[in-house]
């Protein structure tokens, strides 16, 4: 393989891009607070993996799914990295949970009933936006946790692997992200809902 | 008797993992009484179903100028291995 023509090595990477680089890039903006930039690194690093590794690829999945899964890695990576950077200061170290709760541990403001089926939901493209408006706004750890597990249903256990963060870490984050989120959706979305009705 | 925050956390936890007896019982005891966590727990179940993998047909894509860098790039990590 070392010794094929530069230029047949360089048409697969071709046809990789204009096949799956829209998806890729995609995927990876979707996990990274829509960083195009650090996006883009990413995917550059996938297709450089995925070429490298190419002969390894056994066809047994779909090429898509191959790639993707070497994108959700370079993007664990880069996440990991990042958390080392910040030590978890931002997501873990503060308490923010007085944001939303007293000193007594009572509600600041009292969640209210969400009438709405799912189905409806998620094919409304108005709360669609206003729900990624609101993940937008989560601070990166949290956010990068929330997607691995609600949108791709990885195990807790998988994630903490990961993301070398430990199960009470874990939990944490995720109940900050559920706060966070359904404080914003309920601001954005549920409230102004039970307005206008 | 859990508080309003420690039932909130018991309530997301039970969405990643398997409760203890005990955490179970609190919760339970603590929602018989606290409709405001009774509607905490509805809303984040309500948001769990929602969340969906982003879909195909979503607006981002490379633009030109990011597939032409892309594939700059990549030519010349090759050409120079
Ligand atoms: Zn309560």
Redesign the interface.
Known sequence: MAHEP?SA??QR??EW?ADH???L???A??RLNGDRETA?DL??ET??AA?KAHHQYQGSSSLRTWLTGILKHKIIDHMRARSRMEKLADDVSNDP?SD??GT????HE?????S?S?EA??ENRD?DNI?KACMDKLPPLQAQVFFF????GDS?EDICKNLSIS?SN??VL??RA??S??HC??LHWFGQQRKNS | MYTCKQASRIASDALDRKLTWYEWLNLKLHLAICAMCRNFEQNIHLLASTVKKPDDTAAVTLSADDREQLRKNIQSILENK
């Open positions: 530069a090595e360089w990477v071709e891009i680089g829209d998806y890039y995609r995927f903006c979707s883009l995917v550059q297709l450089l070429w949970a939303w709760f007594d541990g009572h509600w009292s969640p209210k009933t969400w709405a799912p939901l998620s709360f729900l597990r609600e949108m791709d807790s199960p874990f939990h995720m109940h559920r706060l989120l359904r959706l309920e």
